[in-house]
């Protein structure tokens, strides 16, 4: 873990505003850490500037209060949404996370690349399913 932290990926305005406890157990650390290992530093490094994290994992109760689907890799430390700040500069990211094949499971533009969801599956399998939703 170079460029992000167990903290950022679990830090929520949401949950900071509704007493919500977003501690992830060992299972979900790890998962996180291997996130970060295989996919986001990797990511990071390549693009060469900064990556924001707007959501990493998510406890039952964070996940909903926040509206995420209940199968949502997110609950499992598998997933983190990101940006770079603007839909053109994530759609760039988008395309360059395809380029370097990284061994995400999904990587997916949300609302036209508003932000980008990947995630990565700590069993290490994974369909590396890419798309861009309206």
């Known amino acids: 873990m170079v460029y992000f932290t167990i903290n950022e990926l679990c830090y929520s305005a949401t949950a900071q ?11 979900q650390r790890n998962a996180l850490t291997a996130l970060v290992d295989t996919v986001l530093d990797p990511l990071r ?23 995420g689907k209940a199968s949502s890799q997110h609950l499992r430390g598998e997933a983190a949404d990101i940006t770079v700040g603007s839909r053109e500069a994530n759609r760039q990211l988008y395309d360059l996370a395809l380029k370097l094949h990284l061994p995400f499971d999904q990587l997916i533009g949300e609302q036209n690349c508003r932000w980008l969801h990947i995630s990565h599956k700590l069993d290490g399998g994974g369909r590396h399913k890419a798309w861009i939703e309206p």
């Open 45 to 67: 490094r390549a693009w060469g500037k900064p990556i924001l994290v707007n959501s990493g994992y998510r406890c039952p109760a964070l996940n909903n209060a926040v509206g």
């Open 17 to 27: 505003a509704n007493g919500i406890n977003n501690t992830p157990n060992n299972t």
